[in-house]
């Protein structure tokens, strides 16, 4: 399965003069099956998010619509009020390659990492002060 | 003030990129003390929840003949103990589990402690689940009261290398954003300054 098109699919609308190509590409991947959405170098199903997606052309625009699956949504809210991914993508707002690989080499990461279960310590801690590099360097 | 994300994020990332196993799941939660009093345990147990919900439709089934059920009983949430029996049954079903809580340390103490029995119960029940923590190292003996084994340590200082990296990307982009003044010789002098001087040493 190839990568989706570029382009800001949440944006496209009827307003928007389409752009050469790009609506039969969008429509050919968002009407494959389960709808697969592109994130972080994988594949997610949008039906596990509890997002659903319908194209149409009209008169040359691309039209799309964006829902959420109403009991999805409101299972998930009612597990919990937090958002996974909220906070994560504030964090990350800022990324150096590079930056904090130390810690990824320590052995205490690489057996607690790739460890046969059972035969390696299941808790990882790290302790620093405010400021070191746990959430945030500055 | 000068910021960049740190550590937690890069596990995070570094496991989903690099994670040796299929069917695993990568399940995080990053503390927020602007929000401190919706960080109960059982929300942010929830929080992880939702992770594995995303992953594993056949769970999603599970899960909605409880919600079903409580609907019936006015919608009420689930209880912690609840919430960890059929999270561990959920997590159960895949070969491993890595669970990241950063900055455990910005909970209120009764929610803290909350949680920190809770993860113990986790790891205790399914052998399959990893943990990984972050927190300032004063609230240390709790996690010595809390697990059985304190686990592996990493103690985490600021980073000369990283401190001179991020600064020097920093005024890289500061120059192209305001070309002029930056010269090199004052390069080099917050280079040699700026380190040393961080928060985090």
Same mark, same amino acid.
């Given at each position: 399965?190839?990568?989706?098109?570029?382009?800001?699919?949440?944006?496209?609308?009827?307003?928007?003069?389409?752009?050469?190509?790009?609506?039969?590409?969008?429509?050919?991947?968002?009407?494959?099956?389960?709808?697969?959405?592109?994130?972080?170098?994988?594949?997610?199903?949008?039906?596990?998010?509890?997002?659903?997606?319908?194209?149409?052309?009209?008169?040359?625009?691309?039209?799309?619509?964006?829902?959420?699956?109403?009991?999805?949504?409101?299972?998930?809210?009612?597990?919990?009020?937090?958002?996974?991914?909220?906070?994560?993508?504030?964090?990350?707002?800022?990324?150096?390659?590079?930056?904090?690989?130390?810690?990824?080499?320590?052995?205490?990461?690489?057996?607690?990492?790739?460890?046969?279960?059972?035969?390696?310590?299941?808790?990882?801690?790290?302790?620093?002060?405010?400021?070191?590099?746990?959430?945030?360097?500055? | 003030?000068?910021?960049?994300?740190?550590?937690?994020?890069?596990?995070?990332?570094?496991?989903?990129?690099?994670?040796?196993?299929?069917?695993?799941?990568?399940?995080?939660?990053?503390?927020?003390?602007?929000?401190?009093?919706? $960080?109960?345990? &059982?929300?942010? /147990?929830? @929080?992880?929840? +939702?992770?594995?919900?995303?992953?594993?439709? !056949?769970?999603?089934?599970?899960?909605?003949?409880?919600?079903?059920?409580?609907?019936?009983?006015?919608?009420?949430?689930?209880?912690?103990?609840?919430?960890? $029996?059929?999270? &561990?049954?959920? /997590?159960? @079903?895949?070969? +491993?589990?890595?669970?990241?809580?950063?900055? !455990?340390?910005?909970?209120?103490?009764?929610?803290?402690?909350?949680?920190?029995?809770?993860?113990?119960?986790?790891?205790?029940?399914?052998?399959?689940?990893?943990?990984?923590?972050?927190?300032?190292?004063?609230?240390?003996?709790?996690?010595?009261?809390?697990?059985?084994?304190?686990?592996?340590?990493?103690?985490?200082?600021?980073?000369?290398?990283?401190?001179?990296?991020?600064?020097?990307?920093?005024?890289?982009?500061?120059?192209?954003?305001?070309?002029?003044?930056?010269?090199?010789?004052?390069?080099?002098?917050?280079?040699?300054?700026?380190?040393?001087?961080?928060?985090?040493?």
């Amino acid at each position: 399965m190839s990568a989706p098109p570029t382009g800001d699919v949440g944006s496209s609308g009827s307003d928007n003069p389409r752009p050469d190509g790009m609506s039969n590409t969008l429509t050919t991947w968002i009407q494959s099956p389960n709808y697969p959405l592109w994130r972080n170098g994988s594949f997610w199903n949008a039906a596990d998010f509890g997002i659903s997606i319908c194209c149409s052309l009209s008169a040359g625009y691309a039209n799309i619509k964006v829902g959420i699956y109403e009991e999805s949504s409101r299972i998930q809210a009612w597990l919990s009020p937090l958002s996974p991914g909220r906070r994560y993508q504030e964090l990350c707002w800022s990324r150096f390659g590079g930056i904090g690989d130390w810690v990824l080499q320590k052995n205490e990461f690489q057996t607690w990492c790739k460890g046969e279960d059972g035969s390696v310590d299941p808790i990882l801690l790290c302790y620093g002060d405010r400021g070191a590099g746990k959430t945030y360097l500055r | 003030m000068l910021t960049s994300n740190g550590i937690s994020a890069l596990v995070r990332d570094t496991l989903c990129r690099q994670s040796p196993l299929k069917n695993t799941v990568i399940l995080c939660h990053y503390c927020d003390y602007q929000v401190q009093k919706e $960080q109960s345990a &059982v929300n942010i /147990i929830g @929080s992880l929840f +939702r992770q594995v919900n995303w992953k594993l439709p !056949v769970i999603q089934s599970e899960i909605r003949r409880v919600f079903n059920e409580s609907k019936k009983r006015s919608g009420k949430s689930l209880q912690l103990t609840d919430m960890i $029996q059929l999270f &561990v049954q959920a /997590i159960s @079903s895949i070969r +491993r589990a890595y669970i990241c809580v950063d900055a !455990v340390d910005v909970l209120l103490p009764e929610d803290r402690s909350e949680l920190l029995r809770a993860l113990q119960r986790i790891i205790q029940e399914a052998p399959n689940a990893r943990l990984f923590l972050t927190t300032r190292p004063h609230i240390r003996p709790e996690f010595v009261k809390h697990f059985a084994k304190e686990g592996c340590v990493i103690d985490v200082v600021a980073d000369q290398g990283d401190i001179a990296s991020y600064v020097s990307i920093k005024i890289e982009y500061s120059k192209h954003q305001c070309p002029g003044p930056v010269t090199e010789n004052l390069k080099d002098d917050i280079m040699k300054i700026v380190p040393g001087q961080a928060l985090g040493t």
